[in-house]
């Protein structure tokens, strides 16, 4: 089992940044998948970013297309957590953002929120314009 924490959400202006961190427990996260999800009011959760598992030398990542150029996702595998730097804030960023962990035994990258195994509360990221 994995229990996932988030934190570092919180209201910020428009242009402005947030780092969100998940904390995990449990197990080592080194050998899983990691994904951030976020979800609006009235909004079904959408992908924001992922990256795969520490085996592969090459760490790989993906985001969705309206967080492009504007979030980082980063694994800590020394604090048994992941990051997701978010830059440039907008106003439709705001939302319920939640971490999730999937067991894997390749170097993916998971995009849709079925595939993962383990998720946290989530964190409220607000932002005004």
């Known amino acids: 089992q994995v229990q996932l924490v988030e934190s570092g959400g919180g209201l910020v202006q428009a242009g402005g940044s947030l780092r969100l961190s998940c904390a995990a427990s449990g197990r080592s996260i080194s050998s899983y998948a990691m994904g951030w999800f976020r979800q609006a009011p009235g909004k079904e959760r959408e992908f924001v970013a992922a990256i795969n598992w520490s085996g592969d030398i090459n760490s790989r990542s993906n985001y969705a297309n309206s967080v492009k150029g504007r979030f980082t996702i980063i694994r800590d595998n020394a604090k048994n957590a992941v990051h997701l730097q978010m830059n440039s804030l907008k106003p439709e960023d705001t939302a319920v953002y939640s971490c999730?962990?999937?067991?894997?035994?390749?170097?993916?990258?998971?995009?849709?929120?079925?595939?993962?195994?383990?998720w946290g509360q989530g964190t409220q990221v607000s932002v005004s314009s």
């Open positions: 999730a962990a999937a067991r894997v035994s390749a170097a993916v990258v998971l995009t849709t929120d079925v595939s993962y195994d383990y």
